[in-house]
């Protein structure tokens, strides 16, 4: 795709619905190996970085002492990409300004982020850092924020008595009715102050240069985007002012030879999302004045003149969520052109850093796959590629790629376990790598070999031989269908649901790899019983026999054209002759089914589903993104609603349709967070609804699949019997892999 200026956007926001149609999905393969560009090396101001691979900003929090220093558990993190081949390490969000922004901090002043301070025991640990990537010859570049401000936790009200700050008296993004206070241009001035004295002191930590967390709506954004920056006196009111002087204290302080980069976003990307619903959905009234692109250009223009030397490039805010962090179901480099257009403003103006150099423009979103990275960088698109998640869930993507063992490398499959892990308290982790925020802990586990028996050849019985092979144990692995995937094989059946189809393509080579030890045999197409598995004297046996449809007790489910979402996927000819379908159960399975009867099927959908939300388990980001487009689609749904009867052509429903139920399309607030304590309390008014329905599908979730493990246990057929993934506990391939690998490592 080639675009040009404003109507990039909303090119884009058409492509991201339904690009699945017109283009292939890409894939593990290596085309253009050897990847002679990616393996360049550039200099970001005087940095010299041995190639074109940066690893993109995710979140260290609760990686870190009380003293905000990095713990070993983040330097092993990062030392393991270091190691993996990554030429540009850069940090998550650091925040400078704790005093000044109550959201970072906690009731007590405690802080789960990292700090960067002048005291000799926060300095240590970012000089062993700093070492630790060092030795594997890469860079590191710290990520410094200037804070949440509107976007950050309003409960600081009431456990600090202190309003979370902002631009202006914007509302909080948590909660809507909650005003965000007007920073002063003392307060503005101390924030300034306080990212230049960090950037002096990564300077003399060690840490090669400084990364500006300047975009998707965070407190450096909302200064500098006349969406959020609404001040109509004094200095800060120019929106570009605040970068700008902030750019010149770095420089100030730091030398122009320290690099400099900055994460901007070309657009909010509002206005192309949103259209009409700007001038009448509240909450996004006050934000449509956004930045344009070409306001944009020069407001990065002047912060070049200002010091900067390199940018990355997406678009997005957390009103539209999914936009700066692309989900399983967007397209793979979906922001190579954003950075192909601001690397060709740079060029046709002749615009040089502050040391006569060209500005390093960074490519983002969804570039794990080698040869669309190498293509990129090729092609003159962009300097170089930021991959995030794709090194969570491979560390060596890097170093396989300059092998060419391209095929070998674990996919990320989009699901934002990653993101999820963080919002729930935890630290940052991957679904398919169970290594990933583990590095710290010793792996290596010395245990007397064992004949192991494995059932299930899905994620978990997978990564289990895997693991158990590598321990050097004797394994069998036992697989009733011809091929490998378990249910994650009906999850991939949608053509936007491609990260999945290359994740089981990694299990399939997973197990042509291990068929090679003589201590591994795989049969597929055995479904093998516990008499057979008893016979055989195993001295372990791990069930992962996944899950099965939960059976639902409605008035005409047993009906013929009534069906389990599993026995859809299986059969897809199900809905040939059918011009509309209902779906029970608006979970994310159903969501999903929806979309793709919507966009590759064109049938009329409608989506049934008992409580007040859709997807309410997913992230934000995936979720946002499958509705928004659904709504587009003209997908009809129906939250709050009873299911009273199934019948031939019909579902007779009861719907909540009381004003105080939620809207389901509602993409620009969140679900649930940190205003929890001002939600509202749904009333009721009930209408009936006959819902028109030539195929009705039953989404309402799945069950483990455990009874072969009871058995097992009850009759004791092994010493040692254990169960692992979905058919412990039905959940996601996040859950599956860890406690596979955690279980198999350990026998």
């Known amino acids: 795709m080639q675009f040009s200026n404003e109507p990039i956007l909303e090119k884009l926001e058409s492509y991201f619905g339904d690009w699945f149609n017109t283009n292939e999905y890409p894939q593990m393969k290596k085309n253009l190996y050897p990847y002679t560009s990616l393996f360049s090396s550039i200099e970001i101001n005087n940095c010299l970085i041995k190639n074109r691979v940066v690893m993109g900003p995710m ?44 959201t970072i901090t906690g009731k007590k002043g405690d802080c789960c982020f990292p700090q960067i301070n002048k005291t000799n025991s926060n300095i240590c640990g970012w000089r062993n850092l700093a070492y630790e990537v060092h030795n594997y010859g890469a860079k590191l570049f710290v990520q410094l924020s200037a804070g949440f401000g509107r976007v950050g936790d309003p409960s600081c009200l009431f456990t600090k008595l202190k309003f979370p700050v902002a631009a202006s008296w914007n509302t909080n993004y948590y909660a809507s009715k909650l005003p965000c206070k007007r920073l002063s241009n003392i307060s503005i001035k101390r924030i300034i102050k306080k990212v230049a004295e960090a950037a002096e002191t990564a300077k003399y930590a060690g840490i090669d240069g400084v990364y500006i967390h300047g975009h998707e709506g965070h407190l450096v954004e909302q200064l500098s985007n006349c969406a959020f920056n609404h001040r109509k006196l004094g200095r800060y009111s120019n929106y570009m002012q605040f970068g700008i002087d902030m750019i010149e204290k770095i420089r100030e302080h730091c030398g122009k030879d320290y690099p400099i980069m900055y994460r ?11 259209g009409d619903k700007l001038n009448k959905v509240k909450e996004l009234k006050k934000f449509k004045d956004e930045r344009s692109i070409e306001d944009t250009l020069a407001y990065m223009k002047k912060l070049v003149e200002a010091g900067v030397d390199a940018f990355d490039i997406d678009i997005g805010c957390y009103e539209n969520w999914w936009l700066p962090h692309p989900p399983s179901t967007m397209p793979s480099g979906c922001y190579v052109d954003i950075a192909a257009m601001v690397k060709k403003y740079f060029e046709e103006n002749n615009i040089l850093s502050n040391v006569g150099k060209p500005i390093v423009i960074i490519a983002t979103g969804k570039l794990g796959y080698p040869d669309l990275s190498e293509e990129v960088i090729k092609d003159n698109k962009a300097d170089m590629v930021m991959l995030s998640r794709p090194l969570l869930a491979d560390p060596e993507w890097v170093s396989k790629a300059y092998k060419g063992q391209t095929e070998d490398i674990t996919p990320c499959i989009g699901c934002h376990s990653c993101l999820k892990e963080i919002t729930h308290g935890g630290y940052i982790q991957c679904a398919v790598c169970p290594k990933t925020g583990h590095e710290d802990e010793n792996n290596k586990v010395q245990k007397q070999q064992k004949k192991i028996a494995v059932v299930g050849a899905g994620p978990a019985g997978v990564v289990a ?10 394994v069998d692995l036992y697989e009733k269908s011809s091929s490998v995937g378990g249910t994650l094989k009906l999850a991939g059946i949608a053509k936007n649901k491609y990260e999945i ?11 042509e790899n291990i068929k090679q030890n003589t201590n591994f045999n795989a049969y ?22 996944g899950s099965k449809s939960e059976q639902l007790n409605i008035d005409g489910a047993v009906l013929p054209h009534v069906h389990t979402i599993k026995e859809v996927l299986n059969n897809l000819s199900i809905f040939e002759k059918a011009r509309s379908v209902a779906i029970i159960g608006g979970g994310e399975s159903g969501c999903e089914l929806a979309y793709m009867l919507a966009y590759e099927q064109k049938k009329k959908v409608t989506i049934i589903e008992n409580s007040p939300y859709l997807m309410k388990h997913a992230c934000n980001a995936n979720r946002g993104h499958i509705l928004h487009y659904l709504e587009k689609a003209g997908v009809k749904a129906y939250n709050c609603a009873i299911v009273q009867k199934i ?22 607030s969140p679900l649930r967070g940190a205003a929890k304590f001002l939600t509202k309390r749904i009333k009721e008014k009930y209408k009936a609804f006959a819902i028109d329905a030539d195929v009705v599908v039953l989404a309402t979730g799945v069950i483990s699949d455990d009874k072969m493990f009871k058995d097992a246990y009850k009759n004791q057929i092994a010493p040692e019997i254990y169960v692992v993934g979905d058919a412990n506990k039905s959940g996601k391939v996040f859950t599956a892999v860890k406690q596979a690998y955690n279980l198999a490592k350990n026998i």
Request: aromatic share 10%.
């Open 647 to 668: 019948e031939e052509g019909y579902v007779d429903i009861l719907a909540n349709i009381h004003s105080s139920v939620p809207n389901l399309y509602n993409t620009w």
């Open 264 to 274: 901007i976003d070309l657009s909010l990307a509002l206005n192309s999302t949103y």
């Open 501 to 511: 189809r290359n994740y089981i393509q990694y299990l399939q080579k997973i197990v």
């Open 465 to 474: 031989a895997e693991t158990l092979i590598k321990n050097g144990h004797t």
């Open 59 to 102: 979140s260290n929090v609760n990686m870190v002492d009380s003293n905000g220093s990095p713990t070993t558990k983040m330097i092993k993190y990062f030392g393991e990409r270091a190691k993996g081949g990554v030429g540009l390490v850069t940090t998550g969000f650091v925040p400078v300004a704790i005093n000044i922004d109550p």
């Open 524 to 545: 597929f197409c055995k479904n093998i019983t516990n008499n057979e598995l008893k016979q055989l004297n195993y001295d372990a046996i791990i069930y992962a026999t």
